[in-house]
């Protein structure tokens, strides 16, 4: 009996479907954002798909990132989604390892904007948004960043705050439009200190503009892509820009703990969020817009999405270095300059 036991031990550990493999696991740090959907369209086919089970950990960058750095010497999340900057900063921390994108069948399938955001081969772009300007189309004309402060139109204008996640992006495509692209802002920010007085507000959550264009106090506002589906539904009428010098936006991507004993396995579910087939089903949930150049969306999906290749290339991005070397700085001169 006792020899019988240890022999049925030992083919248990040797078989690919004893208990070692059943217990495979693999923890992913994400925004809380639309998590049941994702838990239908991505972690519940990936689990059926590898048979393994997924832990997902939920929470804001700073919060998420700190786990990953208190960690750091046993590292309990495997795999982490997060924007271009928070990836590099996880790189200079020493808390990421290097893609390896031979590994994954759908890299080449990605906008070329998405395959190494931040040009250091830790991170793959998975969503990316752009961030332009709404507008009433039969009130003004916008061509550039610039015609935010003509005099006929800033009256009219509402501006994201620099704390807000469109501020700075804003204010770099703002000052390329004037000619003050400097990594530190303060161009575009004195210039908008100087029609302080003017502009509308400086708002802090983009939910609010729909009511402000509804009721004509404002006409234009940069905002992100993600916003634009209220703004279509407005009985006036309102146009997304497309300015000489180019939208700006944000990324978000995936990237893979240091250290991690299930890099593998996270290369594998990488590989799945990146598939033509995952990626369109969170395009037409309006869940996340697609990295993936093969992804082909419904009319009304891709209206309400960063779509296409001729946008992708249009997309003029915060390198992820500026943001994180000048963020103290930008927001110590919009206070200076334009206040709270």
């Given at each position: ?6 022999a ?25 954002f ?27 960058s ?41 590994k ?12 190494d ?11 990316f ?32 705050n ?14 390329q ?14 210039a ?43 009985d006036?009428p ?25 890099q ?8 799945f969020?990146?598939?033509?087939e ?5 395009a ?17 999906a ?13 997309l ?5 270095a ?19």
């Amino acid at each position: 009996m006792k020899k019988a036991l240890i022999a049925a031990v030992a083919l248990s550990a040797l078989s690919p479907f004893g208990a070692s493999a059943a217990e495979r696991t693999l923890t992913i740090s994400v925004y809380a954002f639309a998590q049941d959907d994702f838990k239908q369209l991505v972690y519940g086919p990936f689990e059926a798909k590898c048979g393994c089970k997924l832990v997902v950990e939920t929470g804001n960058s700073v919060e998420r990132l700190a786990k990953m750095e208190a960690n750091k010497a046993s590292p309990v999340i495997d795999l982490a989604a997060v924007s271009m900057a928070d990836a590099l900063a996880a790189a200079r921390a020493g808390l990421i390892d290097k893609v390896d994108t031979a590994k994954l069948s759908n890299f080449a399938k990605l906008y070329d904007i998405a395959k190494d955001p931040n040009g250091d081969g830790m991170s793959v772009g998975y969503t990316f948004y752009a961030t332009s300007i709404a507008y009433r189309s039969d009130k003004m004309k916008i061509d550039s960043w610039a015609d935010l402060l003509r005099p006929e139109y800033v009256a009219h204008v509402a501006f994201p705050n620099v704390t807000t996640n469109q501020g700075p992006p804003a204010l770099y495509m703002l000052g390329q439009a004037l000619g003050k692209d400097t990594p530190d802002l303060k161009g575009p920010i004195e210039a908008l200190a100087e029609k302080k007085d003017d502009i509308v507000t400086f708002y802090e959550k983009s939910s609010q503009l729909v009511q402000l264009m509804q009721q004509e106090e404002i006409w234009a506002a940069p905002i992100g892509r993600f916003s634009w589906a209220g703004f279509t539904k407005l009985d006036v009428p309102v146009a997304w820009a497309t300015p000489k010098e180019g939208q700006t936006g944000g990324m978000n991507v995936l990237v893979v703990t240091k250290g991690s004993k299930n890099q593998d396995l996270a290369l594998q579910f990488m590989d799945f969020w990146l598939s033509t087939e995952t990626q369109t089903k969170l395009a037409e949930k309006l869940i996340d817009s697609p990295a993936n150049r093969e992804v082909k969306l419904s009319e009304a999906a891709a209206n309400n999405l960063t779509y296409g290749e001729d946008t992708a290339k249009s997309l003029k991005l915060i390198p992820s270095a500026v943001a994180l070397d000048n963020r103290a700085g930008w927001l110590k001169t919009w206070n200076d300059k334009v206040g709270q």
